[in-house]
């Protein structure tokens, strides 16, 4: 009974740290998309409009209140 139906591993392999360079452009894409989406959530269709029309406002307000936002 030398033998284990269950075979023995060694240890897991290292993960290799990611480099400060390889991660700063994901870091600032994801900060600009933020930026964006906090834009359009907190300030779109007030006196900073980029579309036009009650169809985006509507769409920015609900958002406002399933987010919490303070809107009126």
């Known amino acids: 009974m030398a033998d284990s139906a269950v075979p ?3 240890a897991p ?5 990611i480099s400060l360079n390889a ?12 930026l964006v ?6 300030a779109e269709q007030g006196a900073t409009a980029i579309f ?9 307000h609900d ?3 399933l987010l919490g936002f303070p809107c009126h």
């Open 8 to 10: 023995t591993t060694a």
């Open 13 to 17: 392999p290292a993960v290799a740290p």
């Open 23 to 34: 991660l700063a452009p994901w870091a600032l894409f994801a900060g600009v998309l933020m």
């Open 37 to 42: 989406l906090l834009y359009l959530v907190g």
């Open 52 to 60: 036009e029309g009650d169809t985006i406002h509507e769409w920015m």
């Open 63 to 65: 958002g406002r209140h």
